[in-house]
Nanobody, 124 residues
Framework: QVQLVESGGGLVQAGGSLRLSCAASAGIFNIAFMAWYRHAPGKQRELVAGMSTGGSPNYADSVKGRFTISIDNAKKTVYLQMNSLKPEDTAVYYC??????????????????WGQGTQVTVSS
């Protein structure tokens, strides 16, 4: 099976913390990059944080100093630790990775994979 499975969203008060997790299934391998995006109502989807495996993270200016992305390569899992949450952080958060997978129709291909999305709501 080829999928990303997210967990960890929820409702939190402003100033609180949440930790999102996203695990790649066994069918995804040689992952080059993992990231978190978010999509708020009325706004475009934006890259929140991303990191190549073994590389340095990059963050959206709006989350620098508050969010931390990390990757456990052995578990093929990316995390997003979100601290000092603000109401404007409210959105559906999606994990993304670039890696390889096998399909009986296309063989081995490298492409982007997306999680199902998890809602993060920050109340004021």
């Amino acid at each position: 099976q080829v999928q990303l499975v997210e967990s960890g969203g929820g409702l939190v008060q402003a100033g609180g913390s949440l930790r999102l997790s996203c695990a790649a299934s066994a069918g995804i391998f040689n992952i080059a990059f993992m990231a978190w995006y978010r999509h708020a109502p009325g706004k475009q989807r934006e890259l929140v944080a991303g990191m190549s495996t073994g590389g340095s993270p990059n963050y959206a200016d709006s989350v620098k100093g508050r969010f931390t992305i990390s990757i456990d390569n052995a578990k093929k899992t990316v995390y997003l630790q979100m601290n000092s949450l603000k109401p404007e952080d409210t959105a559906v958060y999606y994990c993304n990775c670039n890696g390889w997978a096998y399909s009986s129709t296309t063989g081995y291909t490298q492409r982007d994979f997306w999680g199902q999305g998890t809602q993060v709501t920050v109340s004021s």
